[in-house]
């Protein structure tokens, strides 16, 4: 069953999928790109899921997940394990295994500590922090391995339908699908509407975290650049593309070092005539 199936209203690209325990999850399929669209069905993008469980799971389960792609730390993935349907794939790209006290690896920490998340966050640093993050994406070895691994699965057949995430879905996850569908021809303006809806599909899914976080003595407005995504996150990484590599399929082929043939895959696979 595909996003367009199990979306409880209407049909649109990015919309969210509504699965108790999974925040986030959207099929990453659905806008246009040029002469034709992304395949449905076929990709999806979520936070991690380890609450995952009954009903939920059953409903997840439709889904036909064949492997799931987790882009968290070590730390990440023992605080919350995933819950996984029995047969899934299961594998881990740690993203920001070279840099593992990056902003987008720290949340779980700062929503729990306010004096950490005032030292870390406070005075303008917590924007500053996810740009550099975003940076890292196109530099760290960690990130550029990952990354590469990760499309290259993709790419097979066999691998799909496939659900990659990290902790929240909106920065490791983000630059996954910014970047997937920049390859695949998705014009800027979408991409970037893309990228936004994470703001729409997790900031309420969060919001009880903020409260408990006011409640034990912090500053909400601390954790505003933390749990949504902004427009100079996305940037931040597509100027640092631009200035390493010039465009996205350089990206692809001498940054993450694909082959021709799994960038052609991905393209074949998984753009459909309009």
Known sequence: MSADTIATTGVSPGMAIVVEGIPNL???????????RVRTGAVYRSAEFSALAGSAADKFSEL??????????????????????????YIVFDILADRPGAGPAQMLQVLSDPAAAEKLLGDGKAVKMFEQSYRQFLSLPSAITGYRQFFTLLAEKEHRPALFHCTTGKDRTGWAAAALLMMLGVGDDDVRADYLLTNDSLVPALQPMVDRFASIGGDPELLAPVIGVREEYLDAARSEMQSRFGDVETYFSKGLGLSSGTIDALRADLVVSA
Do not use: C, H, K
């Open 64 to 89: 036909g997940i064949r492997a799931v792609y987790d882009l968290r730390t070590a730390d990440e993935r023992a605080a919350n394990a995933n819950v996984v349907p029995q047969g899934t794939e």
């Open 26 to 36: 959207r099929d990453v399929g659905g806008w246009p790109t040029d002469g034709g």
